[in-house]
């Protein structure tokens, strides 16, 4: 525990994820290729040209660079890809894409109530929102439990998270897109977006997310 965070080994951390996600089943989600690093390496899907952001080597170079320590993981995007069409709800419940939030860096997770290393990671998101939000840069956390509010409001009450929005997305077609990218095979997933809505960096698995390699690498991002 760091910080009055919930901390867990890496290594530990990922094989939950990978347990939680085959458990989970309605996600349907599987395991592609072997173990490189802290991550697992997710077999790639061509975009069509329109897809990619064009001239963001410097930038992903940098952020490649400060993927260290407890963000490791982080795989830079090579290439570039664009997310600014991914949907999903606004915290006001209003169905919103990527490029509603133009102007902002941001990291995106995608989190579950069944995830047990989401549950794990969710106050130290929770923390790095309350440093480091702004104008320039917010996490967003996207819950895709499927079924009704109920039960992600209450986990989220219950661990008094309230510096992140209530992004939501109950019908697994975000998951689904990332999947059908090559940037999914289970949960969490989270993906480093710069203010133009093109994709910095990803990665399977958790993180500490309020550690200052974290912090580290969303300034490199900025």
Same mark, same amino acid.
């Given at each position: 525990?760091?910080?009055?965070? +919930? %901390? =867990?080994?890496?290594?530990?951390?990922?094989?939950? $994820?990978?347990?939680?996600?085959?458990?989970?089943?309605?996600?349907?989600? @599987? *395991?592609?290729?072997?173990?490189?690093?802290?991550?697992?390496?997710?077999?790639?899907?061509?975009?069509?040209?329109?897809?990619?952001?064009?001239?963001? #080597?410097?930038?992903?170079?940098?952020?490649?660079?400060?993927?260290? !320590?407890?963000?490791?993981?982080?795989?830079?995007?090579?290439?570039? =890809?664009?997310?600014?069409?991914?949907?999903?709800? $606004?915290?006001? &419940?209003?169905?919103?894409?990527?490029?509603?939030?133009?102007?902002?860096?941001?990291?995106?997770?995608?989190?579950?109530?069944?995830?047990?290393?989401?549950? %794990?990671?969710?106050?130290?998101? #929770?923390?790095?929102?309350?440093?480091?939000?702004?104008? #320039?840069?917010? *996490? *967003?956390?996207?819950?895709?439990?499927?079924?009704?509010?109920?039960?992600?409001?209450? +986990?989220?009450?219950?661990?008094?998270? /309230?510096?992140? !929005? @209530? @992004?939501?997305?109950?019908?697994? &077609? =975000? +998951?689904?897109?990332?999947?059908?990218?090559? =940037?999914? +095979? !289970?949960?969490?997933?989270?993906?480093? *977006?710069? #203010?133009?809505?093109?994709?910095? $960096? %990803?990665?399977?698995?958790?993180?500490?997310?309020?550690?200052? /390699?974290?912090?580290?690498?969303?300034?490199?991002?900025?």
């Amino acid at each position: 525990m760091a910080n009055g965070k +919930f %901390h =867990l080994p890496t290594g530990r951390l990922i094989a939950l $994820a990978i347990v939680a996600g085959m458990s989970a089943g309605a996600l349907g989600v @599987y *395991v592609m290729g072997a173990p490189s690093g802290n991550n697992l390496q997710v077999a790639s899907v061509a975009e069509p040209a329109g897809n990619t952001c064009p001239a963001r #080597d410097e930038k992903t170079a940098s952020v490649d660079a400060a993927a260290r !320590g407890e963000v490791a993981a982080m795989l830079a995007a090579k290439p570039p =890809l664009s997310m600014k069409e991914l949907a999903f709800n $606004a915290p006001d &419940g209003t169905p919103m894409t990527v490029a509603d939030l133009s102007g902002k860096t941001l990291l995106i997770n995608l989190w579950a109530t069944w995830c047990a290393p989401c549950r %794990h990671e969710m106050p130290a998101l #929770d923390q790095l929102q309350q440093d480091m939000g702004s104008e #320039d840069f917010e *996490v *967003v956390a996207v819950n895709v439990d499927t079924g009704d509010d109920e039960k992600p409001k209450a +986990f989220l009450d219950e661990i008094e998270v /309230d510096a992140l !929005g @209530y @992004y939501r997305d109950s019908t697994l &077609g =975000l +998951f689904n897109d990332l999947k059908r990218r090559g =940037l999914a +095979f !289970g949960l969490p997933v989270t993906l480093l *977006v710069d #203010d133009e809505g093109c994709l910095l $960096a %990803h990665m399977n698995g958790p993180a500490e997310w309020a550690s200052d /390699d974290a912090k580290r690498l969303i300034e490199a991002a900025m």
